[in-house]
């Protein structure tokens, strides 16, 4: 597959996979608005803006032989955002809370200068496609294409006053339509692999960044007593924002997890095992052992299509995060520090990310004539 492609097809996984995690997350933070008090919901919507804005760099900003940056493809913006102004007539206008809950949800869904929006992820990946278009079928253009003109004629203050939430639960809809249109009409080969590469690496960013976002300050040697759905303590009583079961709930329901936590663990909400849960847990797909071994069967794959040995290095650093996955206990990684140990994944996750591109895209021409 020429290395064009192969860039392409990646980041049509990534910039997708990324839209659907800030849709679902949006979509969570304004329901539990209505159960928040103002200062809760501000801490919220502080975390949720960290994690989407804080992921590792897509592209290497390192420089190549020539002297020029590797991957200027996804270059975040140099300059901070402008800011958003609330219309007056909106419902909202006055009100502190939903103002805020206003800015941040236009950053990170409408924002046309922030390149990890809704709307710019859609725009790209879309864009992608369209450059490979011979590698889709047209089941799957029309659906991105279906999506993007959605995401272009619909604007926040228009929706703002009757039940925003809508939206994003469309569009998570699109997506998921979206995956399962790619996987039922696309043969399986090196294009969809490289897809299935960037919307797995996508989601191993997105899961360790909004973990450390959310759990990576706190302690568990302070964290309550086992919670069940009938005991809510009371908002002074409570060690972290209100109520420890609205954080686990809000937590879970993030990533669309609360009923196989349920399953798994009955009605204990302790954080050491939600942590546990989405952290390492092998058969839900979302956590972050799941999608880093998806990783590492997905370059399998496309080592054994492309039967080349330009992918050794790749395939180590993969599987030691794999590794380190696999044989990791909350106990020790609690001990240790979920933060400390969120931010090597992400590391790594980075180096991952500059791997493939050096692997498949930029690689020196000397490797193919060996």
């Given amino acids: 597959m020429l290395s064009r492609v192969a860039e392409n097809l990646y980041w049509v996984g990534r910039y997708v996979e990324r839209a659907e995690h800030a849709a679902r997350l949006i979509d969570v933070n304004l329901h539990l608005m209505l159960d928040q008090a103002a200062a809760d919901a501000s801490l919220r919507w502080a975390r949720l803006l960290t994690a989407l804005h804080g992921l590792p760099p897509e592209e290497s900003e390192d420089e190549d032989e020539d002297g020029e940056a590797s991957e200027p493809r996804d270059a975040p913006a140099a300059k901070p955002p402008p800011p958003i102004s609330i219309p007056s007539d909106l419902p909202s206008s006055g009100d502190p809370r939903r103002d805020e809950a206003y800015r941040t949800i236009h950053r990170l869904a409408f924002d046309a200068s922030n390149h990890n929006s809704i709307r710019s992820c859609i725009e790209s990946a879309r864009e992608n496609t369209r ?16 999506m993007y003109f959605q995401v272009r004629r619909t604007r926040l203050e228009d929706i703002w006053a009757y039940q925003p939430y809508e939206f994003f639960r469309s569009i998570r809809g699109g997506i998921d339509l979206f995956f399962a249109v790619t996987d039922s009409a696309m043969i399986h080969g090196e294009a969809w692999q490289f897809i299935q590469l960037g919307r ?38 409570a060690g972290f924002e209100g109520s420890p079961y609205l954080k686990h709930i809000g937590l879970l329901r993030g990533f669309a997890a609360f009923e196989p936590f349920q399953r798994t663990y009955q009605a204990e909400f302790r954080q050491s095992l939600i942590a546990e849960f989405l952290l390492l847990s092998p058969l839900f797909p979302r956590s972050l052992r799941f999608s880093v071994e998806r990783v590492q069967s997905t370059l399998d794959d496309i080592s054994e299509s492309a039967r080349s040995n330009r992918t050794q290095r790749l395939a180590r650093l993969a599987g030691r995060l794999q590794a380190q996955l696999r044989f990791a206990q909350i106990d020790e990684l609690t001990h240790q ?24 895209v930029a690689y020196p021409i000397e490797t193919l004539a060996g």
């Fill in 200 to 237: 797995y690496l996508e989601r191993t960013c997105t899961v360790a960044s909004v973990l450390a976002s959310y759990l990576g300050d706190d302690s568990p040697d302070t964290e309550p007593a086992d919670l069940h759905p009938d005991q809510h303590p009371a908002e002074e009583d």
């Fill in 131 to 146: 450059q490979v278009r011979e590698h889709v079928s047209t089941e799957i253009f029309e659906q991105l294409n279906s």
């Fill in 337 to 360: 520090g979920l933060g400390d140990f969120l931010e090597g994944i992400l590391d790594q996750c980075d180096t991952l990310n500059t791997a493939v591109y050096r692997t498949f």
